[in-house]
């Protein structure tokens, strides 16, 4: 399973990847994350732990998820990675990348994933609900908000 979100951000680079790599704000700025907390802390990431909503509309508002990962943030890349290991998408690897341009910040969420271990569905699983529906659904919202915190940052 792939999924890509990529969106352009009206705002230089350092605003846009200090928004995306200070993650123990993203609750405060992202009404659909729950909480995230650093089990171990380094300058360039650590071991953290994020739970989400995954909102499906009107009959079922909010749905929870939870996941824990490795978080290496490269500065002079820039890049972050994280890699799920903890939680359903264990194993699942996730890039965020940025490629600075004249007036903007093009952004690109990737997520690779062979699935759960779930015998004879697992794979069938991420590529037609979990990525789609939860990881997308998740990414493109924490994507936006990001976004609009470093396009505020400059306002």
């Known amino acids: ?68 990962s490795e978080m290496d943030i490269e500065d002079r890349v820039p890049r972050i990675r994280y890699r799920h290991v903890r939680g359903i998408t264990t194993g699942m690897d996730v890039s965020w990348d940025f490629v600075a341009r004249a007036d903007a910040v093009d952004v690109t969420v990737t997520h690779w994933w062979d699935g759960p271990p779930w015998p004879l569905i697992g794979a069938a699983a991420a590529r037609a609900v979990i990525g789609p529906v939860f990881v997308h659904g998740i990414a493109s919202r924490t994507l936006a908000g990001v976004a609009r915190q470093a396009e505020r940052s400059v306002a």
């Open 1 to 68: 399973m792939i999924t890509v979100d990529r969106l352009r951000v009206r705002a230089p680079l350092d605003k846009v990847f200090a928004a995306a790599r200070d993650v123990e704000r993203w609750p405060e700025i992202l009404p659909h994350y729950r909480w995230v907390r650093f089990h171990s802390q380094r300058a360039d990431g650590g071991l953290v732990e994020m739970a989400a909503w995954r909102p499906f509309g009107p009959l079922l508002p909010q749905w929870p998820t939870w996941w824990m």
